[in-house]
C-alpha cells in the first residue's frame, strides 16, 4: 500500500515557544518516526516576509530554526526537511492557486483579520491577505494526506480544501483534499498570562510564552507566575473558562509525562497550585534539555545544516515538479 503523505511548516521567526513544540513539532517527530509516512517539513520563510523582517537576522534565525528541526528529532534520512523559499515551486502553484481562491473567502480569514489589525491601516499587504493560497499551495503540492497543525491552522486548511476542490471540478482529479491532523489536547497551548489567548511568539508579556531554548530557571519561573484560578483544584474541565489556565497547564503536563488528566489530578490532590505549576515547570525543562543539548552542539556547523537543507529542498522538488508539470497541462499552458 501506498504510504502516506504528511506535510507541515512552521514560520522561522523568532525561537519556537513550546506551543509550537507540542502542538504541531513533536507530533511531526512521533509520526516521522513510525516509518510508516512520507514527511515533508519545512520552515516557511516565504509566509514570514508578511510581516518586515531584519534581513542579517533572519538568515541567522532561519539557521536557528533549522538547528531545532534537527535537535527536536526531525531526520534529515527520514523526512524532507526544508526551507520553503528553497523550493520554487510553492511560489508558482500559489500563483496558479490564487486564481481559483475568492476574495470574499480570504477577507473571512480569522489570523488575516487579526494580524491585519496589528498592521498600520492603510499598510495590509497583499501577502499577508493571499497567505493562506500559498499555505493551500504548500499543502497540495506534494498531495499531502495530512497535514499535523495546531487548531490555529484548521480554518486555513479548509481553505486549502476548497481550493483543490474548485481546481478538481474545473479540471478534472488533481489534488489530494488534506485532512488536518489537530490533536485535542495540545492543539491549542494557551499563554501563561492570559490563559483566554493562545500562546504567540510576538506577545508584549515576558511571561506569557515559554521558548525551547529559555533556561531551566526561565522555565521554571514563568510556570510559577502562570495565571491560573483561585478554586485551588488541579482538574480538567474542557469548558470551564475558568479553568483554561489549568486546563492548559495539564494538557502540557500530560503530553510531557504521558499521564491522563485524572491521574494528574490525583497527583495532586490536597497540594496547591504552587506545587502543581513547580512540578509542570520541572517536566518542561527536563524534556526540553536535551533538545537544548543537542541544539548546542550542532548550531554553529553551518555547513552542516546547509547541506541538510540543500538535500531536503532537491527532495521536496522531486516530489513537487511532475504536480506542478500537471496542472500546468491541464490549464493549458504551453510546455517547451
Ligand atoms: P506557525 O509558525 O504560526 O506555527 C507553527 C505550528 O505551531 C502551531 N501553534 C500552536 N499549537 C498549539 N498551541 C499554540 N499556542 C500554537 N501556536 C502555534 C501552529 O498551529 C502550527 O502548526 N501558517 C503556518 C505555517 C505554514 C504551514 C503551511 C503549516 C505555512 N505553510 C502548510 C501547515 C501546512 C504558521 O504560521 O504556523
Same mark, same amino acid.
Given at each position: 500500500m501506498a504510504k502516506k503523505t504528511f506535510l507541515s511548516g512552521i514560520q522561522p521567526t523568532n525561537i519556537p515557544h513550546i506551543g509550537n513544540y507540542f502542538g504541531a513539532v513533536k507530533n511531526w517527530v512521533e509520526s516521522q518516526n513510525t516509518g510508516e509516512m512520507e514527511s515533508f517539513y519545512f520552515l516557511a520563510d516565504l509566509h514570514a516576509i508578511t510581516v518586515r523582517q531584519d534581513p542579517k537576522l533572519f538568515k541567522q534565525q532561519t539557521l536557528d530554526c533549522f538547528a531545532l528541526f534537527l535537535a527536536m528529532g526531525l531526520d534529515p534520512e527520514k523526512s524532507a526537511l526544508f526551507?520553503? #523559499?528553497?523550493?520554487p515551486e510553492h511560489s508558482e502553484l500559489a500563483w496558479i492557486l490564487g486564481c481559483y481562491a475568492q476574495f470574499g473567502e480570504l477577507s473571512r480569514m480569522t489570523q488575516f483579520k487579526e494580524k491585519g489589525e496589528k498592521q498600520k491601516e492603510g499598510e495590509v499587504n497583499v501577502g499577508l491577505f493571499s497567505y493562506p493560497v500559498l499555505q493551500a499551495a504548500d499543502i497540495l503540492i506534494y498531495n499531502a494526506d495530512f497535514v499535523p497543525v495546531g487548531k490555529d491552522q484548521k480554518q486555513h486548511l479548509e481553505l486549502a480544501r476548497n481550493i483543490a476542490q474548485r481546481f478538481n471540478s474545473a479540471h478534472?482529479?488533481?489534488f489530494k483534499l488534506p485532512a488536518p491532523d489537530i490533536r485535542?489536547?495540545?492543539?491549542k497551548i494557551m499563554s501563561l498570562?492570559?490563559?483566554a489567548k493562545k500562546m504567540s511568539?510576538?506577545? #508584549?508579556?515576558?511571561?506569557a510564552t515559554v521558548f525551547v531554548l529559555d533556561s531551566r530557571d526561565t522555565i521554571i519561573k514563568k510556570f510559577k507566575r502562570a495565571v491560573t484560578d483561585s478554586e485551588a483544584l488541579v482538574e480538567y474541565r474542557e469548558d470551564d473558562e475558568a479553568k483554561a489556565g489549568i486546563n492548559s497547564l495539564m494538557s502540557i503536563y500530560s503530553a510531557v509525562t504521558g499521564k491522563g488528566f485524572d491521574e494528574i489530578k490525583s497527583e495532586f490532590a490536597g497540594k496547591g497550585y504552587g506545587d502543581f505549576k513547580t512540578a509542570v515547570g520541572e517536566s518542561v525543562a527536563d524534556i526540553l534539555a536535551p533538545i537544548q543539548e543537542k541544539y548546542t552542539a550542532i548550531r554553529n556547523d553551518n555547513h552542516f545544516l546547509e547541506a541538510c537543507m540543500k538535500q531536503g529542498a532537491e527532495r521536496a522538488s522531486a516530489k513537487a515538479r511532475p504536480l506542478l508539470h500537471e496542472v500546468r497541462e491541464k490549464i493549458g499552458f504551453l510546455q517547451l
Open positions: 526551507v520553503q #523559499s528553497h523550493v478534472g482529479e488533481t485535542k489536547s495540545t492543539g498570562s492570559e490563559p511568539k510576538s506577545d #508584549s508579556n515576558a511571561n
